[in-house]
């Protein structure tokens, strides 16, 4: 049965976010209308690692480490062919393993990890992933973050899963100032009920790659527009911001996006099979 988690002190973790003129109360309700409003935009938001079962999960997040989602899919199709299970990967070829991995990048490192991590779930948890987080971050390559989308999708704990997207943007909505995912994982949580922690985090995700971007934010399109602090730090102009929109929302993209607004259940597959017909 799945439980939440309450994120609690941790050791080493400063001061929640610095005094600002607006009340924890406001900025709660401000920080809810925005998790509506993203809801509303993207009712078919989703993890888009591809997996089938916990342990290709947390070796799928392992390998996304500095690469793409869509990298990491395509790889992990012929890895969980050729090694199914934590026991099979355990005994994989380090230079076969290594073969597969490399279009993920440090591959000799992710291959060790991958290695390591196979072993440690046959030597201690039967060729199963715990799922506590306490275990979880004790397994190689695995840190809070991996634990996080490992809990909150495999196994319904909720989770905030802060990355590089979701800190950049937990900053720009002034959820947080901190720059360290796990203080920026405290201040989130607290604005938020347990149960909704895990689809927030997916639709801040699919928010910052789709319209707000790290570099180019595209402000004039935003559907958080109204209540976000930062708007003007893009595009402003609605037409131009448009044109920056990426994914479903990219101009050109409207079949895709009618047919995820469609069957938001099947949504995944669906991105599956617009990926398969990309060049
Ligand atoms: S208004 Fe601009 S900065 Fe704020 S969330 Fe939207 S795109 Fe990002």
């Not at 799922?131 to 840190?143: N, Y």
């Not at 809070?144 to 704990?157: D, E, M, P, Q, S």
């Not at 347990?194 to 402000?219: E, I, Q, Y």
Request: charged share 25%.
């Amino acid at each position: 049965m799945a439980t939440s988690r309450t994120p609690g002190a941790a050791p080493g973790v400063a001061a929640p976010r610095q005094a600002s003129a607006e009340s924890l109360l406001a900025l709660k309700r401000r920080a809810r209308r925005i998790n509506k409003a993203l809801a509303e935009k993207y009712p078919y938001a989703h993890a888009e690692l591809d997996f089938r079962n916990p342990f290709e999960l947390v070796v799928a997040t392992v390998l996304s480490a500095q690469t793409t989602d869509v990298l990491v899919n395509q790889v992990t199709k012929i890895l969980f062919a050729r090694y199914p299970d934590a026991r099979a990967m355990s005994e994989a070829d380090p230079a076969e393993l290594e073969a597969i991995l490399q279009p993920t990048g440090f591959f000799r490192a992710k291959t060790k990890n991958v290695l390591a991590l196979s072993n440690r779930l046959v030597d201690e948890y039967n060729g199963e992933v715990p799922g506590r987080l306490e275990d979880l971050v004790t397994l190689p390559g695995v840190g809070r973050k991996t634990a996080n989308v490992v809990l909150g999708n495999a196994f319904g704990v909720p989770g905030i899963t802060v990355d590089t997207h979701f800190g950049r943007l937990a900053r720009r909505f002034g959820w947080t100032q901190s720059e360290d995912p796990v203080q920026v994982e405290f201040d989130v949580a607290e604005l938020f009920e347990p149960r909704d922690w895990t689809m927030l985090s997916h639709r801040v995700v699919f928010h910052g790659r789709r319209v707000c971007h790290s570099r180019k934010p595209a402000c004039g399109a935003c559907p958080v527009a109204n209540w976000c602090p930062s708007y003007g730090l893009g595009e402003t102009d609605p037409l131009k911001a448009a044109k920056l929109l990426k994914y479903e929302l990219a101009p050109g993209s409207e079949a895709l996006l009618e047919q995820l607004l469609a069957e938001t259940h099947r949504a995944a597959e669906i991105r599956m099979e617009s990926q398969r017909r990309l060049p």
